[in-house]
């Protein structure tokens, strides 16, 4: 994926390109003696993507209106209907990314996807580093 190319990317299949990767150790004082490596990955959805996103997003926005705009915009439509069903896009659309970066959907607890602006997306995965020694210098 990193090295996609332009043509690649602009294809009509859902695509996103990488930037920027990085990952640190967190073995603070917070982790209460765990520790955890923390891995980001930063990315730019191809239009098909974003249009995925933005009528997720468009759901989301549609669930949060008053009663009376909610009645206007969908007559005999329930909100838990709604959010069941944007529960269920969410996780086809972040399945997709997990595949696309090789992250598997079983680590999907500890894996955050979020919009960072427009296009730009931000993929944090968390892992816990099970029986971790922390060496005091």
């Not at 933005?54 to 926005?61: A, T, V």
Request: with cysteine; net charge positive; glycine share 8%.
């Amino acid at each position: 994926m990193q090295g996609m190319n332009g043509e690649q990317f602009k294809r009509s299949q859902f695509a996103v390109r990488v930037f920027a990767k990085g990952e640190i150790l967190d073995e603070g004082p917070y982790s209460c003696g765990a520790a955890y490596i923390i891995q980001t990955t930063t990315i730019q959805l191809n239009r098909t993507a974003m249009n995925e996103w933005l009528g997720i997003r468009r759901l989301c926005s549609d669930e949060q209106e008053s009663d009376q705009i909610w009645k206007m915009w969908h007559p005999g439509e329930d909100r838990e209907g709604v959010r069941q069903r944007i529960q269920k896009l969410r996780t086809a659309f972040n399945n997709k990314i997990f595949a696309l970066l090789g992250i598997s959907t079983s680590d999907s607890k500890m894996v955050y996807i979020k919009e960072v602006v427009s296009e730009i997306f931000i993929v944090v995965r968390i892992r816990a580093i099970p029986d971790y020694k922390q060496v005091k210098g």
